[in-house]
């Protein structure tokens, strides 16, 4: 079969020791069956990994960050689409899906295509609102609040055993077993990503996760579950094993059929002892892990580009059981011409 | 009667795989023809009277070493829970 050319551009380059899932959703792009893949690298530092991974990123560009604002950003995502007519932009952060998010018309009628929760599945699965999506939806959530300041905590603290979780709003999360350490990681955590902070009862369990996609019209595209095997200090997967589990695949299909859910996603559960999911967190997009479930046979990143450019993709109904990720560390030797120009000229 | 679970897969060399948890083990060579036993649906008497004829060993110990080889294969969790399946 003669694969169709796409120009697909994405961040999330950082492939450090917390990486961004953009060199794993690469990776799923460059084994596709279906497209020819143009890599263009959206770069926030000049240190990113990826920028100088040219074996996967054909060309990168550095871009403002969400925090600038949406006119910034679309002003450089115009100047790359002349340079590089991208037609699929896949964001991999967090942090810039509403920016995407709210650029989403703007960029279709430039020609670039997105595939992207809406605002209202995105707004009511924040960490903030989980409570409510789980009465909504009928899924078991921990108790949780999202709190403004230390002092409010101290209001509310009563409603919570320890320990609690004390969580970012995108990113970061710490188990506190005092009064103590709930303010040292209110004020760490608020430092970094801002307010609110969310404090969420403990569930004692093994973390599972599921990496999904939905095609927006409820049906569940591909989905495969994990279990980390090896977590680093900073609660990320260094290792992980993918599962048979039919109560997760359940779980997950309900929640996709129930939201309509659009695109990629995370289901972060804990599995009690008593076999009871509880789910703690959805990430609105690929996660980092994303090439295990590629590796298992679910090419979820080529599925992710087929529904953005309006291609119709065949659900997945399998994936190997007991398929194993081992991440490593790598010195990659750079020149410092390519670190220079990157730094100086935004593009390398 | 025990039951192992079925999403645990066993290989020959005596690596055990649970499938549901992503957890696995190794068994030795005596502890794998025990598993093998079990799961050919052989209760303690059957596996006693196997293992007796096969190696030397008095039935009061055997029996001591096999529920305790069971307890920490319950504790594995790879048996059925009564109810399940």
């Known amino acids: 079969m003669e694969k169709n050319k796409v120009t697909v551009a994405l961040s999330g380059l950082n492939n450090i020791d917390s990486p961004g899932p953009g060199i794993p959703v690469i990776r799923g792009l ?134 609690v979780v004390v969580k970012g709003k995108f990113y970061d999360a710490y188990i506190a077993y005092d009064r103590e350490q709930v303010s040292i990681y209110f004020n760490k955590i608020a430092a970094k990503w801002g307010l609110p902070i969310v404090i969420q009862q403990f569930v004692k369990g093994t973390e599972v996760n599921v990496v999904a996609m939905g095609d927006g019209r409820g049906n569940t595209v591909g989905a495969v579950p994990m279990r980390k095997t090896y977590i680093t200090d900073k609660g990320k997967a260094w290792g992980g094993i993918t599962l048979q589990d039919p109560e997760m695949m359940k779980l997950t299909d309900k929640i ?52 953005a450019l309006g291609q119709e993709v065949k659900p997945f109904h399998d994936y190997a059981v007991g398929k194993l990720f081992i991440r490593y560390s790598y010195d990659m030797i750079c020149d410092l011409k390519s670190f220079e120009q990157f730094s100086t000229k935004g593009e390398l | 009667m025990l039951k192992l679970k079925s999403n645990v897969a066993i290989s020959e060399s005596g690596f055990v795989f649970d499938a549901g948890t992503g957890d696995s083990f190794s068994l030795n060579a005596t502890g794998l023809e025990i598993v093998q036993l079990i799961q050919a649906g052989k209760d303690f008497p059957e596996i006693l009277k196997i293992l007796s004829e096969k190696y030397e060993v008095d039935p009061e110990s055997f029996e001591r070493y096999y529920y305790d080889f069971v307890a920490t294969l319950k504790q594995m969790n790879l048996f059925v829970h009564h109810g399940e399946e």
């Not at chain 1, 460059?30 to 143009?38: A, I, L, M, P, Q």
């Not at chain 1, 989980?130 to 409603?159: A, D, M, N, T």
């Not at chain 1, 990629?264 to 703690?280: H, N, P, S, V």
């Open chain 1, 30 to 163: 460059k084994e596709s069956r279906r497209f020819d893949v143009r890599v263009v690298g959206l770069a926030y530092e000049n240190l990113e990994p990826g920028i100088y991974m040219h074996e996967l990123v054909d060309k990168t560009y550095k871009v403002p960050y969400p925090s600038d604002g949406v006119e910034p950003f679309l002003e450089r995502i115009r100047y790359i689409h002349e340079q590089e007519n991208i037609q699929v932009l896949v964001p991999n952060f967090d942090s810039e899906l509403f920016t995407v998010m709210k650029s989403e018309k703007i960029l279709q009628e430039m020609g670039i295509r997105t595939f992207l929760p809406t605002l209202q599945q995105f707004e009511e699965r924040h960490k903030s609102n989980l409570p409510e999506y789980g009465k909504k939806y009928g899924v078991k959530v921990p108790f949780s609040e999202p709190i403004l300041s230390f002092q409010e905590w101290l209001g509310i603290e009563e409603k919570f055993d320890y320990p």
């Open chain 1, 256 to 307: 996709i059929s129930q939201t309509r859910w659009r695109g990629g996603m995370e289901l972060e559960l804990i599995r009690t002892a008593k076999e009871e999911l509880y789910l703690i967190e959805i990430n609105p997009r690929l996660p980092a892990w994303v090439y295990l479930a590629v590796a298992a046979g679910q090419n979820l990143p080529e599925a992710l580009v087929s529904l």
